[in-house]
């Protein structure tokens, strides 16, 4: 990892991120997985919520990050440059896989999860990252999307069905790393982070990466949120559409999800532009900027936090979580999604005040 000491920094950016992150860990950490709001659970294998959409968001961010990346690295298609985003993509990996292992002494290493958040992550960076440096041009790069969602859709409909006994996806992730080593499953092998759905999920980067060039060409930013959300609800509306013909799936982030997620966040980049714009709004943002900033420590360390909470125990044998919750949450507002909803934000503010201290310091880590 590096701490470069200045950073080019991009307030929507950081904003967007940081919202994603700070969401993604208020979905991930409730009180009590049964006293959930609906919207911040996922949906299932069908629909959309929320929470569903948070994933995406951030792949989008994280293609606006990239295109700010080439700008200021350069981005000369060599093979030192695909050797650093191979580096990259691995050293993601694994940091997926050891979050996946710990707190290590306690895991059974022949059942060890394989794929998960951070993997995907590594994955559709590696792949989005590769055709942007190869393509370079927005006319080819959306092309490229065209042909990724159509490729998946065809891989899809071919040699399966949408369902969770049927689809293709589960197989061949089966196949690559044995059931054993995907999500537990009731009815049929399947990972909702498998291999297949990278690559839909890179169009949701190269989306954000168009966004990108979009923010940067065209220096009236009226004219910057005009397009960006013009071209959201556009996306958005085709994903409704497309949903007759192809559902809205995001465990197999089948291509009307992946138009769907695209268009949820060019509307929330848009929102991104405009509040950062406002003075009257800046000391609401700061956390989000902060967290923008160290997306990936910050994620990491609350991810660590998460499972250290699950495997303390009490002197009752409860687990430091559960207790924290039962009596501290439930015991002030009862036991229902008020109370564990108040338990992920309180947990998301810990988070935030973590990140808050790096920034202040000026520390930016990075792969």
């Known amino acids: 990892m590096t701490t470069p000491k200045t950073p080019f920094r991009y307030a929507p950016l950081d904003i967007l991120r940081g919202i994603a992150i700070v969401a993604m ?18 949906s299932g294998w069908k629909g959309c919520t929320f929470a569903d959409i948070i994933f995406p968001v951030f792949l989008f961010a994280m293609g606006v990050s990239l295109f700010f990346s080439f700008k200021q690295n350069g981005s000369t298609p060599n093979k030192a440059s695909f050797r650093k985003i191979g580096k990259r993509t691995l050293y993601l990996f694994l940091l997926g896989v050891a979050l996946n292992a710990f707190p290590f002494f306690t895991i059974n290493w022949s059942e060890l999860r394989i794929f998960g958040v951070l993997q995907r992550a ?9 055709i942007a440096l190869w393509l370079k041009t927005p006319p080819k790069l959306g092309l490229a999307i065209a042909v990724l969602i159509l490729l998946h859709w065809a891989v899809l409909a071919i040699f399966g069905d949408y369902t969770i006994e049927g689809n293709v996806a589960g197989r061949i992730d089966a196949f690559l790393v044995g059931e054993h080593h995907l999500q537990p499953h009731l009815i049929a092998p399947f990972d909702s982070e498998g291999l297949l759905g990278v690559i839909p999920g890179a169009a949701n980067v190269l ?7 979009l923010a940067n060409t065209i220096r009236n930013q009226k004219v910057v949120m005009q397009r960006l959300f013009t071209l959201g609800a556009i996306m958005l509306g085709a994903g409704l559409l497309a949903d007759d013909i192809l559902p809205i799936n995001k465990p197999l982030w089948t291509g009307s999800f992946a138009l769907l997620g695209a268009g949820w966040a060019c509307l929330a980049f848009t929102a991104c532009i ?38 303390v125990r ?31 934000v309180i947990f998301a503010v810990c988070t935030c005040l973590f990140a808050i201290v790096l920034y202040r310091q000026r520390i930016f880590i990075k792969l």
Request: glycine letters at 6%; one cysteine or more; aromatic letters at 16%.
């Open 314 to 344: 009490t002197i009752s044998g409860m687990s430091l979580r559960n207790w924290l919750y039962d009596h501290v949450y439930a015991a002030i507002l009862g036991d229902n999604v008020w109370a564990s909803l108040a338990y992920a």
């Open 25 to 42: 860990i208020i979905v991930l950490n409730p009180g009590s997985p049964e006293q959930v709001f609906s919207q911040l659970q996922l």
């Open 207 to 213: 989306f954000g990466f168009l966004a990108g060039w």
């Open 122 to 130: 590594a994955l559709v960076y590696g792949l989005a990252a590769c």
């Open 274 to 311: 405009y509040l950062s714009e406002l003075k009257a709004a800046q000391k609401c943002l700061y956390p989000f900027k902060a967290c923008g900033t160290n997306p990936l420590i910050i994620y990491i360390m609350a991810s660590v936090f998460t499972y250290t909470l699950q495997h």
